[in-house]
């Protein structure tokens, strides 16, 4: 079965950190736009941190500095620590791959290859207390 599957969500305090992991099954990261989207219910999908084709980074400015993203190419596996977690990060979280190109803005809007949907996890929720 193919997919990408989100874990390590969950309920924190304001401060605190916590790390999600997006494991890839069936298939292995290729070097096309990857990476971490969040959503809250009646708003749009925002990115919050990618990883490009060259392997660069990119961060929305709301999480810049406090978030960082990673990749095990062995484990197929992507990353995305999130250090000073505060209540506006609440959201539920999505890690994608295979978008083809991307441009994060800095207010999370994204720009990708058109006609290229990439494979989506379920989702993870992350709730931050204050």
């Known amino acids: 079965q193919v997919g990408l599957v989100e874990s390590g969500g969950g309920s924190v305090q304001s401060g605190e950190s916590l790390r999600l992991s997006c494991a890839a099954s069936?298939?292995?990261?290729?070097?096309?736009?990857r990476g971490w989207f969040r959503q809250v219910p009646g708003e749009e999908r925002k990115g919050v941190a990618l990883?490009?084709?060259?392997?660069?980074?990119s961060y929305a400015d709301a999480v810049k500095d406090r978030f960082t993203i990673s990749e095990d190419n062995t484990k197929s596996t992507l990353y995305l620590q999130m250090n000073h977690l505060d209540p506006n990060d609440t959201a539920t979280y999505y890690c994608?791959?295979?978008?083809?190109?991307?441009?994060?803005?800095?207010?999370?809007?994204?720009?990708?290859?058109?006609?290229?949907?990439?494979?989506w996890g379920q989702g993870t929720q992350v709730t931050v207390g204050s």
């Open positions: 994608a791959a295979g978008l083809g190109t991307c441009l994060l803005k800095p207010d999370g809007t994204v720009y990708r290859s058109t006609g290229i949907v990439g494979a």
């Open positions: 990883l490009e084709g060259d392997g660069s980074t």
């Open positions: 069936g298939f292995t990261f290729s070097k096309t736009c």
